[in-house]
Protein backbone atom coordinates (compact mmCIF):
# COMPACT_ATOMS: atom_id res chain seq x y z
CA UNK A 1 0.00 0.00 0.00
CA UNK A 2 1.62 3.35 -1.27
CA UNK A 3 1.96 6.21 1.54
CA UNK A 4 -0.76 8.08 -0.04
CA UNK A 5 -3.09 4.91 0.89
CA UNK A 6 -1.40 4.86 4.48
CA UNK A 7 -1.97 8.98 5.21
CA UNK A 8 -5.56 8.57 3.98
CA UNK A 9 -5.98 5.36 6.44
CA UNK A 10 -4.44 7.22 8.99
CA UNK A 11 -6.81 9.93 8.82
CA UNK A 12 -9.42 7.58 9.37
CA UNK A 13 -8.85 7.62 13.64
CA UNK A 14 -11.82 9.83 13.98
CA UNK A 15 -13.77 7.35 12.54
CA UNK A 16 -13.32 4.75 15.03
CA UNK A 17 -12.63 6.53 18.27
CA UNK A 18 -16.26 8.83 18.27
CA UNK A 19 -14.38 11.78 18.85
CA UNK A 20 -15.76 15.11 17.91
CA UNK A 21 -14.00 15.87 15.06
CA UNK A 22 -14.89 16.84 11.08
CA UNK A 23 -14.04 14.29 8.87
CA UNK A 24 -14.17 15.95 5.11
CA UNK A 25 -12.55 19.40 6.72
CA UNK A 26 -9.80 16.94 8.87
CA UNK A 27 -9.11 15.14 5.60
CA UNK A 28 -8.61 18.64 3.47
CA UNK A 29 -6.44 19.63 5.98
CA UNK A 30 -4.27 16.65 5.59
CA UNK A 31 -3.73 17.25 2.04
CA UNK A 32 -3.57 21.48 2.59
CA UNK A 33 -0.59 20.64 4.91
CA UNK A 34 1.30 17.89 2.65
CA UNK A 35 0.55 19.63 -1.10
CA UNK A 36 0.61 23.09 -0.37
CA UNK A 37 2.03 23.69 -3.82
CA UNK A 38 0.26 21.34 -5.82
CA UNK A 39 -2.37 22.00 -8.55
CA UNK A 40 -6.11 21.24 -6.19
CA UNK A 41 -8.44 22.21 -9.11
CA UNK A 42 -8.03 24.52 -12.34
CA UNK A 43 -10.89 25.39 -14.86
CA UNK A 44 -10.83 27.97 -18.31
CA UNK A 45 -10.66 30.49 -15.77
CA UNK A 46 -8.23 29.68 -13.22
CA UNK A 47 -5.95 27.66 -11.09
CA UNK A 48 -5.90 26.44 -7.69
CA UNK A 49 -2.57 25.20 -5.51
CA UNK A 50 -4.34 23.02 -2.51
CA UNK A 51 -2.66 26.11 -0.58
CA UNK A 52 -4.63 28.70 -2.59
CA UNK A 53 -7.63 26.56 -2.13
CA UNK A 54 -8.09 26.40 1.43
CA UNK A 55 -7.75 30.37 1.60
CA UNK A 56 -10.62 30.61 -0.68
CA UNK A 57 -12.35 28.06 1.54
CA UNK A 58 -11.74 30.17 4.72
CA UNK A 59 -12.74 32.98 2.70
CA UNK A 60 -15.76 31.20 2.46
CA UNK A 61 -16.01 30.02 5.58
CA UNK A 62 -15.91 34.19 6.81
CA UNK A 63 -18.92 35.05 4.54
CA UNK A 64 -21.04 32.16 5.47
CA UNK A 65 -20.45 32.44 9.09
CA UNK A 66 -21.43 36.36 8.66
CA UNK A 67 -24.44 36.15 6.62
CA UNK A 68 -26.36 33.33 7.74
CA UNK A 69 -27.71 31.44 11.15
CA UNK A 70 -29.66 28.83 9.36
CA UNK A 71 -28.03 25.00 9.24
CA UNK A 72 -28.23 24.51 5.55
CA UNK A 73 -26.02 26.66 3.00
CA UNK A 74 -27.62 25.78 -0.65
CA UNK A 75 -24.57 25.98 -3.10
CA UNK A 76 -25.83 26.37 -6.93
CA UNK A 77 -22.48 26.15 -9.17
CA UNK A 78 -21.59 23.79 -12.33
CA UNK A 79 -18.49 21.46 -12.51
CA UNK A 80 -15.46 24.40 -11.70
CA UNK A 81 -12.38 25.53 -10.01
CA UNK A 82 -14.96 27.66 -7.37
CA UNK A 83 -17.19 24.39 -6.20
CA UNK A 84 -14.92 22.28 -4.21
CA UNK A 85 -13.78 25.13 -2.21
CA UNK A 86 -17.07 26.42 -1.49
CA UNK A 87 -18.41 23.25 -0.50
CA UNK A 88 -15.47 23.28 1.87
CA UNK A 89 -15.74 26.46 3.08
CA UNK A 90 -19.64 25.71 3.74
CA UNK A 91 -18.42 22.61 5.57
CA UNK A 92 -15.65 24.38 7.71
CA UNK A 93 -18.58 26.67 8.89
CA UNK A 94 -20.32 23.94 10.58
CA UNK A 95 -23.12 24.07 8.04
CA UNK A 96 -24.42 21.47 6.01
CA UNK A 97 -23.93 21.71 2.53
CA UNK A 98 -26.64 21.36 0.02
CA UNK A 99 -25.53 21.05 -3.92
CA UNK A 100 -28.85 22.79 -5.81
CA UNK A 101 -29.26 21.04 -9.31
CA UNK A 102 -29.38 24.29 -11.76
CA UNK A 103 -31.15 21.93 -14.77
CA UNK A 104 -34.23 22.86 -12.61
CA UNK A 105 -36.59 25.85 -13.72
CA UNK A 106 -37.91 27.77 -10.58
CA UNK A 107 -41.03 26.14 -10.22
CA UNK A 108 -38.98 22.59 -9.27
CA UNK A 109 -36.28 24.54 -7.33
CA UNK A 110 -38.73 26.48 -5.20
CA UNK A 111 -39.96 22.80 -2.73
CA UNK A 112 -36.15 22.08 -2.61
CA UNK A 113 -35.21 25.36 -1.49
CA UNK A 114 -38.38 25.17 1.02
CA UNK A 115 -37.71 21.61 1.59
CA UNK A 116 -34.78 22.51 2.75
CA UNK A 117 -35.26 25.51 4.98
CA UNK A 118 -32.64 27.33 3.01
CA UNK A 119 -31.83 31.03 4.17
CA UNK A 120 -29.07 31.54 1.76
CA UNK A 121 -27.71 30.21 -1.50
CA UNK A 122 -24.14 30.76 -3.10
CA UNK A 123 -24.43 31.30 -6.88
CA UNK A 124 -22.77 33.05 -9.94
CA UNK A 125 -24.46 35.32 -11.52
CA UNK A 126 -24.61 33.36 -14.83
CA UNK A 127 -28.04 32.00 -12.46
CA UNK A 128 -29.05 35.58 -11.96
CA UNK A 129 -32.41 35.23 -13.14
CA UNK A 130 -33.24 31.76 -11.51
CA UNK A 131 -31.78 32.50 -8.26
CA UNK A 132 -33.62 35.45 -8.34
CA UNK A 133 -37.28 33.71 -8.58
CA UNK A 134 -36.07 31.64 -5.24
CA UNK A 135 -37.31 31.48 -1.95
CA UNK A 136 -34.49 32.96 0.02
CA UNK A 137 -31.32 35.40 -0.45
CA UNK A 138 -28.34 35.04 -2.53
CA UNK A 139 -24.97 35.64 -2.36
CA UNK A 140 -22.66 35.77 -5.90
CA UNK A 141 -19.50 35.53 -5.53
CA UNK A 142 -18.76 37.85 -8.33
CA UNK A 143 -19.50 40.22 -5.28
CA UNK A 144 -17.71 38.61 -2.73
CA UNK A 145 -14.01 40.29 -2.51
CA UNK A 146 -12.17 36.98 -2.59
CA UNK A 147 -9.05 38.03 -3.89
CA UNK A 148 -8.90 40.57 -0.49
CA UNK A 149 -10.05 37.97 1.71
CA UNK A 150 -7.75 35.64 0.64
CA UNK A 151 -5.18 38.13 1.12
CA UNK A 152 -6.25 38.25 4.91
CA UNK A 153 -6.58 34.93 5.20
CA UNK A 154 -2.82 34.22 4.60
CA UNK A 155 -1.67 36.44 7.95
CA UNK A 156 -4.26 35.16 10.05
CA UNK A 157 -4.07 31.32 11.24
CA UNK A 158 -5.47 28.51 9.81
CA UNK A 159 -8.92 28.42 11.70
CA UNK A 160 -9.49 24.81 13.51
CA UNK A 161 -12.14 22.69 11.88
CA UNK A 162 -15.81 22.51 13.28
CA UNK A 163 -16.86 20.20 16.29
CA UNK A 164 -19.05 17.86 14.33
CA UNK A 165 -19.96 14.00 14.58
CA UNK A 166 -18.44 11.96 11.92
CA UNK A 167 -22.53 10.67 11.83
CA UNK A 168 -23.40 14.33 11.57
CA UNK A 169 -25.28 15.11 7.81
CA UNK A 170 -22.91 16.82 5.95
CA UNK A 171 -24.81 16.98 2.30
CA UNK A 172 -27.92 16.50 1.39
CA UNK A 173 -28.79 15.83 -1.99
CA UNK A 174 -32.15 15.79 -3.44
CA UNK A 175 -33.60 13.55 -5.89
CA UNK A 176 -37.13 12.95 -7.86
CA UNK A 177 -39.25 11.31 -5.90
CA UNK A 178 -42.41 9.11 -7.27
CA UNK A 179 -44.59 12.55 -6.72
CA UNK A 180 -44.08 15.55 -7.39
CA UNK A 181 -42.53 16.01 -3.96
CA UNK A 182 -38.62 16.53 -3.53
CA UNK A 183 -36.54 13.98 -1.25
CA UNK A 184 -33.66 15.24 0.45
CA UNK A 185 -31.30 12.54 0.69
CA UNK A 186 -28.79 13.23 4.21
CA UNK A 187 -25.52 12.10 3.59
CA UNK A 188 -23.15 12.16 6.98
CA UNK A 189 -19.41 12.81 7.16
CA UNK A 190 -18.67 9.56 7.56
CA UNK A 191 -20.82 8.36 4.80
CA UNK A 192 -19.38 10.45 1.95
CA UNK A 193 -15.52 10.16 3.90
CA UNK A 194 -15.54 6.19 3.93
CA UNK A 195 -17.03 5.94 0.44
CA UNK A 196 -14.21 8.05 -0.92
CA UNK A 197 -11.07 6.18 0.89
CA UNK A 198 -12.78 2.81 -0.03
CA UNK A 199 -13.19 4.14 -3.85
CA UNK A 200 -9.42 5.00 -3.43
CA UNK A 201 -7.99 1.93 -2.60
CA UNK A 202 -10.49 -0.08 -4.74
CA UNK A 203 -9.57 1.86 -8.12
CA UNK A 204 -5.49 1.82 -6.53
CA UNK A 205 -5.81 5.76 -7.34
CA UNK A 206 -2.71 8.05 -6.18
CA UNK A 207 -1.76 11.80 -6.00
CA UNK A 208 -0.05 11.54 -9.18
CA UNK A 209 -3.54 10.93 -11.04
CA UNK A 210 -5.09 14.13 -13.21
CA UNK A 211 -8.66 13.88 -12.95
CA UNK A 212 -11.41 15.30 -15.43
CA UNK A 213 -14.40 16.31 -13.71
CA UNK A 214 -17.40 16.93 -16.43
CA UNK A 215 -20.09 16.06 -13.93
CA UNK A 216 -22.28 18.21 -11.95
CA UNK A 217 -22.11 18.54 -8.48
CA UNK A 218 -25.40 18.35 -7.47
CA UNK A 219 -25.17 14.79 -8.66
CA UNK A 220 -23.67 12.47 -6.27
CA UNK A 221 -21.52 10.69 -8.68
CA UNK A 222 -19.83 13.68 -9.57
CA UNK A 223 -19.90 15.11 -5.70
CA UNK A 224 -18.07 11.77 -4.66
CA UNK A 225 -16.18 10.82 -7.14
CA UNK A 226 -14.73 14.41 -8.98
CA UNK A 227 -14.64 16.60 -5.77
CA UNK A 228 -14.20 14.82 -2.47
CA UNK A 229 -11.88 11.79 -3.56
CA UNK A 230 -9.44 14.49 -5.29
CA UNK A 231 -9.50 16.25 -2.51
CA UNK A 232 -9.11 13.16 -0.11
CA UNK A 233 -6.17 12.11 -2.04
CA UNK A 234 -4.61 15.46 -3.24
CA UNK A 235 -4.70 14.40 -6.65
CA UNK A 236 -5.65 17.27 -9.74
CA UNK A 237 -9.15 17.92 -11.14
CA UNK A 238 -9.68 19.85 -14.30
CA UNK A 239 -13.33 21.35 -14.56
CA UNK A 240 -15.68 21.54 -17.26
CA UNK A 241 -18.69 23.23 -16.79
CA UNK A 242 -20.62 22.54 -19.55
CA UNK A 243 -19.97 19.09 -21.70
CA UNK A 244 -18.84 19.55 -25.29
CA UNK A 245 -17.39 16.50 -26.44
CA UNK A 246 -14.81 18.08 -29.29
CA UNK A 247 -13.84 20.68 -26.35
CA UNK A 248 -13.27 17.92 -23.69
CA UNK A 249 -11.65 15.78 -26.07
CA UNK A 250 -9.19 18.95 -26.58
CA UNK A 251 -9.07 19.13 -22.68
CA UNK A 252 -8.10 15.71 -22.32
CA UNK A 253 -5.31 15.59 -24.40
CA UNK A 254 -3.97 19.02 -23.31
CA UNK A 255 -4.08 18.43 -19.65
CA UNK A 256 -3.15 14.92 -19.68
CA UNK A 257 -5.65 13.10 -18.21
CA UNK A 258 -5.19 9.97 -16.68
CA UNK A 259 -8.66 9.25 -14.77
CA UNK A 260 -11.87 10.11 -16.07
CA UNK A 261 -15.48 9.02 -14.43
CA UNK A 262 -18.61 10.11 -16.59
CA UNK A 263 -21.89 8.30 -17.36
CA UNK A 264 -22.15 6.56 -20.79
CA UNK A 265 -24.12 8.95 -22.85
CA UNK A 266 -20.89 10.99 -22.18
CA UNK A 267 -18.91 8.13 -23.46
CA UNK A 268 -20.95 7.95 -26.67
CA UNK A 269 -20.72 11.26 -27.48
CA UNK A 270 -17.15 11.30 -27.37
CA UNK A 271 -17.43 8.22 -29.51
CA UNK A 272 -19.22 9.83 -31.93
CA UNK A 273 -16.61 12.80 -32.63
CA UNK A 274 -15.26 12.59 -36.04
CA UNK A 275 -12.49 14.78 -35.19
CA UNK A 276 -11.18 12.45 -31.71
CA UNK A 277 -7.89 10.57 -32.55
CA UNK A 278 -6.80 7.10 -30.16
CA UNK A 279 -3.64 9.75 -29.51
CA UNK A 280 -6.10 12.45 -27.53
CA UNK A 281 -6.57 9.51 -24.95
CA UNK A 282 -3.13 8.01 -24.59
CA UNK A 283 -2.91 9.59 -20.71
CA UNK A 284 -5.57 7.63 -19.54
CA UNK A 285 -5.12 5.39 -16.88
CA UNK A 286 -8.60 4.53 -16.21
CA UNK A 287 -12.00 5.37 -17.25
CA UNK A 288 -15.28 4.59 -14.73
CA UNK A 289 -18.81 4.20 -16.55
CA UNK A 290 -21.57 4.94 -14.14
CA UNK A 291 -24.96 6.57 -13.56
CA UNK A 292 -26.58 4.58 -16.19
CA UNK A 293 -26.26 1.63 -17.69
CA UNK A 294 -23.42 1.15 -20.49
CA UNK A 295 -24.44 0.10 -23.67
CA UNK A 296 -22.13 -2.58 -25.42
CA UNK A 297 -22.23 -0.38 -28.27
CA UNK A 298 -20.37 2.25 -26.59
CA UNK A 299 -18.04 -0.34 -24.64
CA UNK A 300 -16.92 -2.11 -27.53
CA UNK A 301 -16.55 1.33 -29.85
CA UNK A 302 -14.33 2.83 -27.12
CA UNK A 303 -12.03 -0.40 -27.22
CA UNK A 304 -12.09 -0.70 -30.95
CA UNK A 305 -11.59 3.03 -31.86
CA UNK A 306 -9.52 4.58 -28.94
CA UNK A 307 -8.09 1.30 -27.33
CA UNK A 308 -9.83 2.32 -23.96
CA UNK A 309 -11.14 -0.32 -21.88
CA UNK A 310 -14.69 1.59 -20.17
CA UNK A 311 -15.09 -0.09 -16.87
CA UNK A 312 -18.38 0.07 -14.93
CA UNK A 313 -19.25 1.22 -11.30
CA UNK A 314 -23.09 0.99 -9.84
CA UNK A 315 -23.77 3.27 -6.50
CA UNK A 316 -27.10 5.29 -5.74
CA UNK A 317 -27.37 8.98 -4.41
CA UNK A 318 -28.50 6.78 -1.00
CA UNK A 319 -25.18 4.95 -0.51
CA UNK A 320 -22.89 8.01 -1.15
CA UNK A 321 -22.79 6.41 -4.26
CA UNK A 322 -20.14 3.76 -4.34
CA UNK A 323 -21.49 0.25 -3.97
CA UNK A 324 -19.25 -1.65 -6.22
CA UNK A 325 -16.54 -0.79 -8.53
CA UNK A 326 -14.23 -2.59 -11.37
CA UNK A 327 -10.68 -1.83 -11.75
CA UNK A 328 -7.38 -2.46 -14.22
CA UNK A 329 -6.99 -4.92 -11.85
CA UNK A 330 -10.50 -6.40 -10.48
CA UNK A 331 -12.51 -6.73 -13.79
CA UNK A 332 -15.03 -8.60 -15.83
CA UNK A 333 -16.90 -8.34 -18.86
CA UNK A 334 -20.88 -7.69 -18.35
CA UNK A 335 -20.41 -6.54 -14.41
CA UNK A 336 -20.19 -3.64 -12.37
CA UNK A 337 -17.39 -4.47 -10.40
CA UNK A 338 -16.75 -6.53 -7.02
CA UNK A 339 -18.08 -4.31 -3.98
CA UNK A 340 -15.96 -1.85 -1.89
CA UNK A 341 -14.41 -3.53 0.67
CA UNK A 342 -17.16 -2.75 3.76
CA UNK A 343 -20.04 -2.78 1.76
CA UNK A 344 -22.29 -6.20 1.79
CA UNK A 345 -24.37 -7.37 -1.02
CA UNK A 346 -27.96 -9.14 -0.73
CA UNK A 347 -30.15 -10.61 -3.49
CA UNK A 348 -33.10 -11.76 -2.37
CA UNK A 349 -36.52 -12.65 -3.68
CA UNK A 350 -39.96 -11.00 -3.92
CA UNK A 351 -40.50 -12.74 -0.58
CA UNK A 352 -37.09 -11.55 1.16
CA UNK A 353 -35.49 -14.66 0.91
CA UNK A 354 -31.81 -14.58 -0.34
CA UNK A 355 -31.29 -16.29 -3.33
CA UNK A 356 -28.55 -18.52 -4.46
CA UNK A 357 -25.18 -17.44 -6.74
CA UNK A 358 -26.46 -16.45 -10.50
CA UNK A 359 -29.73 -16.13 -9.73
CA UNK A 360 -31.35 -12.32 -10.28
CA UNK A 361 -33.13 -10.72 -7.14
CA UNK A 362 -33.56 -6.97 -5.87
CA UNK A 363 -30.12 -5.80 -4.39
CA UNK A 364 -30.16 -5.01 -0.53
CA UNK A 365 -26.77 -2.99 0.56
CA UNK A 366 -25.23 -2.72 3.83
CA UNK A 367 -22.40 -0.64 4.66
CA UNK A 368 -20.81 2.84 5.73
CA UNK A 369 -21.88 4.40 2.72
CA UNK A 370 -25.63 4.16 3.47
CA UNK A 371 -27.72 7.38 4.42
CA UNK A 372 -28.64 8.50 7.22
CA UNK A 373 -32.32 8.82 5.89
CA UNK A 374 -34.41 11.24 3.93
CA UNK A 375 -34.69 14.52 5.46
CA UNK A 376 -37.89 15.14 7.15
CA UNK A 377 -39.53 11.88 5.67
CA UNK A 378 -39.05 9.01 8.15
CA UNK A 379 -41.79 7.38 6.93
CA UNK A 380 -39.89 7.40 3.64
CA UNK A 381 -36.78 6.15 4.85
CA UNK A 382 -38.64 2.96 6.55
CA UNK A 383 -39.38 2.14 3.45
CA UNK A 384 -36.01 1.56 1.89
CA UNK A 385 -33.79 0.92 4.89
CA UNK A 386 -34.91 -2.31 6.96
CA UNK A 387 -34.31 -2.88 10.78
CA UNK A 388 -31.39 -4.40 10.23
CA UNK A 389 -29.59 -1.52 8.27
CA UNK A 390 -30.14 -2.86 4.34
CA UNK A 391 -31.15 -0.34 2.18
CA UNK A 392 -33.41 -1.71 -0.27
CA UNK A 393 -32.48 -0.62 -3.76
CA UNK A 394 -35.17 -1.57 -5.97
CA UNK A 395 -32.49 -2.91 -8.76
CA UNK A 396 -32.66 -6.47 -10.32
CA UNK A 397 -28.86 -7.81 -10.32
CA UNK A 398 -26.89 -10.85 -9.45
CA UNK A 399 -23.66 -12.19 -8.17
CA UNK A 400 -21.47 -14.48 -9.91
CA UNK A 401 -19.38 -17.37 -8.35
CA UNK A 402 -16.57 -14.54 -8.04
CA UNK A 403 -18.65 -12.07 -5.98
CA UNK A 404 -18.55 -9.65 -9.22
CA UNK A 405 -22.31 -7.92 -9.20
CA UNK A 406 -24.41 -7.69 -12.78
CA UNK A 407 -27.26 -5.37 -13.06
CA UNK A 408 -29.81 -6.65 -14.82
CA UNK A 409 -32.30 -4.65 -14.36
CA UNK A 410 -34.76 -1.93 -12.51
CA UNK A 411 -37.33 -2.90 -9.73
CA UNK A 412 -38.76 0.69 -9.89
CA UNK A 413 -39.92 2.89 -12.75
CA UNK A 414 -37.25 5.04 -12.11
CA UNK A 415 -36.03 6.36 -15.46
CA UNK A 416 -32.32 7.52 -15.78
CA UNK A 417 -31.88 10.76 -18.64
CA UNK A 418 -27.96 11.62 -18.95
CA UNK A 419 -27.41 9.91 -15.99
CA UNK A 420 -30.55 12.21 -14.09
CA UNK A 421 -33.32 10.03 -11.69
CA UNK A 422 -36.56 11.27 -12.95
CA UNK A 423 -39.72 9.16 -11.76
CA UNK A 424 -42.38 8.90 -14.31
CA UNK A 425 -45.38 9.66 -12.06
CA UNK A 426 -43.43 13.09 -11.89
CA UNK A 427 -44.09 13.55 -15.18
CA UNK A 428 -47.37 12.22 -15.54
CA UNK A 429 -48.86 14.51 -12.60
CA UNK A 430 -47.36 17.40 -14.49
CA UNK A 431 -49.55 16.38 -17.62
CA UNK A 432 -52.47 15.54 -15.63
CA UNK A 433 -52.93 19.21 -14.54
CA UNK A 434 -53.82 19.85 -18.61
CA UNK A 435 -57.59 20.71 -17.72
CA UNK A 436 -58.22 18.45 -21.45
CA UNK A 437 -56.13 15.57 -20.34
CA UNK A 438 -57.75 12.85 -18.60
CA UNK A 439 -54.51 10.25 -18.16
CA UNK A 440 -51.45 10.05 -18.27
CA UNK A 441 -48.30 7.36 -18.06
CA UNK A 442 -44.94 7.68 -18.85
CA UNK A 443 -42.51 4.78 -19.60
CA UNK A 444 -38.35 5.35 -20.60
CA UNK A 445 -37.11 4.39 -24.25
CA UNK A 446 -33.42 4.14 -25.28
CA UNK A 447 -31.72 7.29 -26.82
CA UNK A 448 -28.49 7.32 -27.82
CA UNK A 449 -27.23 11.03 -26.81
CA UNK A 450 -29.10 10.76 -23.06
CA UNK A 451 -29.19 6.86 -22.39
CA UNK A 452 -33.05 7.15 -22.12
CA UNK A 453 -35.40 9.65 -22.52
CA UNK A 454 -39.74 9.84 -21.16
CA UNK A 455 -42.04 8.96 -23.71
CA UNK A 456 -46.04 9.88 -23.05
CA UNK A 457 -49.19 8.17 -23.66
CA UNK A 458 -51.74 10.43 -23.04
CA UNK A 459 -55.78 10.24 -22.80
CA UNK A 460 -57.94 13.13 -23.45
CA UNK A 461 -60.48 13.73 -21.70
CA UNK A 462 -64.09 13.36 -23.31
CA UNK A 463 -64.85 15.42 -26.45
CA UNK A 464 -61.60 17.21 -26.13
CA UNK A 465 -58.78 17.54 -28.99
CA UNK A 466 -55.27 17.65 -27.64
CA UNK A 467 -52.49 18.32 -29.56
CA UNK A 468 -48.81 16.87 -28.91
CA UNK A 469 -46.78 19.74 -29.48
CA UNK A 470 -49.02 22.14 -27.29
CA UNK A 471 -48.54 19.45 -24.74
CA UNK A 472 -44.98 19.85 -24.78
CA UNK A 473 -44.77 23.08 -24.26
CA UNK A 474 -47.30 22.90 -21.46
CA UNK A 475 -45.05 20.48 -19.79
CA UNK A 476 -42.03 22.59 -20.56
CA UNK A 477 -43.68 25.55 -18.33
CA UNK A 478 -43.59 22.98 -14.88
CA UNK A 479 -40.51 20.59 -16.10
CA UNK A 480 -36.92 21.02 -17.12
CA UNK A 481 -36.07 20.60 -20.34
CA UNK A 482 -34.42 16.96 -20.24
CA UNK A 483 -37.90 16.08 -18.38
CA UNK A 484 -39.92 16.82 -21.13
CA UNK A 485 -41.49 13.68 -23.07
CA UNK A 486 -39.79 13.31 -26.55
CA UNK A 487 -42.80 11.98 -27.79
CA UNK A 488 -46.58 12.36 -26.38
CA UNK A 489 -49.04 9.84 -28.11
CA UNK A 490 -52.35 10.83 -27.62
CA UNK A 491 -54.68 7.63 -27.35
CA UNK A 492 -58.18 6.58 -27.00
CA UNK A 493 -57.24 4.10 -24.61
CA UNK A 494 -54.39 2.33 -22.98
CA UNK A 495 -54.03 -1.25 -21.95
CA UNK A 496 -54.90 -1.73 -18.32
CA UNK A 497 -54.91 -4.73 -15.76
CA UNK A 498 -57.96 -5.99 -14.06
CA UNK A 499 -58.00 -3.08 -11.37
CA UNK A 500 -57.77 -0.92 -14.22
CA UNK A 501 -54.21 -0.04 -13.85
CA UNK A 502 -51.87 1.06 -16.60
CA UNK A 503 -49.77 -2.23 -17.38
CA UNK A 504 -46.64 -0.05 -18.68
CA UNK A 505 -44.94 -2.99 -20.10
CA UNK A 506 -47.33 -3.32 -22.47
CA UNK A 507 -46.82 0.46 -23.43
CA UNK A 508 -44.06 -0.25 -25.32
CA UNK A 509 -46.07 -2.58 -27.39
CA UNK A 510 -47.68 0.31 -28.92
CA UNK A 511 -44.52 1.68 -30.15
CA UNK A 512 -44.11 -0.42 -32.80
Same mark, same amino acid.
Given at each position: ????????????????????????????????????????????????????????????????????????????????????????????????????? +?? =????? $?? *? #? &??? /????? !???????????????????????????????????????????????????????????????????????????????????????????????????? +?? =????? $?? *? #? &??? /????? !?????????????????????????????????????????????????????????????????????????????????????????????????????????????????????????????????????????????????????????????????????????????????????????????????????????????????????????????????????????????????????????????????????????????????
Amino acid at each position: MDNGIVRIYASCDCLLDGSVRTVLVNAFLETYRGSAGARAVADQSRSLTYKQFGLFAMGIRTVVDRDTRGERVGIMLPASSVFPPVLLGVLWSSKIAVPLN +FL =LNEQE $LS *P #I &VRD /ADLDL !IITVRHFEKLAAALPTRVIFLEDIPLKRMILTSMLRRTPPPPEVHPDDTAVILYTSGTTAQPKGVELTQNNLYTNCVDSIASLNLDAKHRILNILPPFHV +FG =LTANV $LM *P #I &VLG /ASVYA !IARFNPAGVIKTIAKERISVIMAIPSMYGALLRTKSARREDFESFELAISGGEPLPDSVREGFADRFGITLRQGYGLTETSPVVAVSSVAVFRDGTVGKPLKEVSIRIVSETGDDLPTGHDGEILVKGPGVMKGYYKKPEETEKVIDSDGWFHTGDVGHLDQDGFLAITGRAKEMLIIGGENVFPREIEAVLETHPEVLQAAVIGIPDASRGEVPVAFVIPRHGCALDEQELRSYARRSLAGFKVPKQIHIREDLPTGPTGKILKRRLHDLLG
